[in-house]
């Protein structure tokens, strides 16, 4: 047994593929299986159903796949702390984040991050809210930015308010209105996004008794930006979605207002590595000292 076993068994489970594992990990795909193969004739389990489908957990690989976290998640910890030790010179940062957290918060506290530590590497997997909320409390990411407030039992601080706004082309003529007011929208062509924002926009229809009835459901926002510009419907977003965007769209704010809370959380303060620790404390004041969000 060893920890590159433990590495490949984990990386299969989370892509769902053989191929990927292998390429994720640099290993050729035989050598990928030769290992998981060997691991499972050691412990005279079978951890794993390979099919055309991809690979499933067996129910000894579910009963067992928490353990072989934990264990992984403490050998990096033991190798950050050396890590402290020695001026954090190496170590692994394993983030939980969406696509407008990464555009517009990440590059700048990961630049100002590795300006100091330039040793340490990052790892970002992306999801929506309820993913990478349970990816903190299982342990495959150490910190993540969620919807705030989030579980009781995770450690969590508030961040950021982001207003939600209604967006529209140029040429539409609501594009002029200095505010939309709710009540307007089952009247208009809408486009629905998923994105990790979705709940605080059913927060706020469901809060004005709305019912929508989407034109188009869109998961990436890139696409809904474009499709509003053309003018095939408007959509609900949050400002840090459509900040950096050189699009001929207008962004409107809601009547009455609505907004998406955002923090940052982990298990633990006490369980984070020194890497991971200087992360969360670093983004905490890149937020207060550097981000300067879009004025409407």
């Given at each position: 047994m060893s920890l590159s076993q433990y590495e490949a068994f984990i990386k299969a489970v989370e892509t769902g593929t053989m191929t990927q594992a ?69 170590g692994l940062i394993r983030i939980g984040t969406f696509n407008s957290v990464s555009a517009q918060w990440l590059p700048g506290m990961i630049k ?157 303060l006490n369980l984070l590595s020194g890497a991971a620790s200087r992360f969360y404390e670093y983004a905490r004041r890149w937020i207060a000292e ?7």
């Open positions: 292998a390429e994720e990990l640099g290993y050729t795909q035989s050598g990928l299986t030769r290992a998981l193969n060997t691991l499972e004739e050691q412990w005279n389990v079978k951890l794993l159903t390979r099919g055309r489908n991809g690979v499933q957990l067996t129910i000894e690989g579910q009963l067992l796949l928490p353990y072989i976290r934990t264990v992984l998640h403490d050998q990096r910890r033991l190798s950050e702390r050396i890590g402290e030790i020695n001026g954090l010179r190496e100002r991050f590795q300006h100091d530590y330039p040793g340490i590497r990052f790892e970002l997997l992306h999801g929506t809210d309820t993913q990478i909320v349970s990816w903190i409390a299982d342990g495959r990411v150490d910190v993540g930015f969620v919807a705030y407030p989030t579980l009781p039992e995770l450690e969590s601080e508030f961040l950021h308010r982001d207003p939600i706004v209604g967006i529209f082309s140029e040429d539409d003529p609501y594009s002029r209105m200095e505010k939309l007011n709710i009540s307007e929208l089952p009247n208009l062509p809408y486009i629905a996004l998923n994105e990790g924002v979705e709940d605080e926009i059913t927060a706020i229809l469901d809060k004005n008794r709305i019912t929508l009835d989407a034109r188009f459901v869109e998961s990436d926002d890139h696409a809904v930006i474009a499709m509003v510009e053309k003018g095939l419907g408007i959509s609900l977003m949050s400002v840090m979605m459509i900040q950096g965007f050189d699009r001929r769209i207008v962004a409107i704010p809601l009547d009455p207002q609505g907004y998406r809370d955002l923090g940052i959380a982990c298990r633990s550097e981000y300067k969000p879009i004025e409407l």
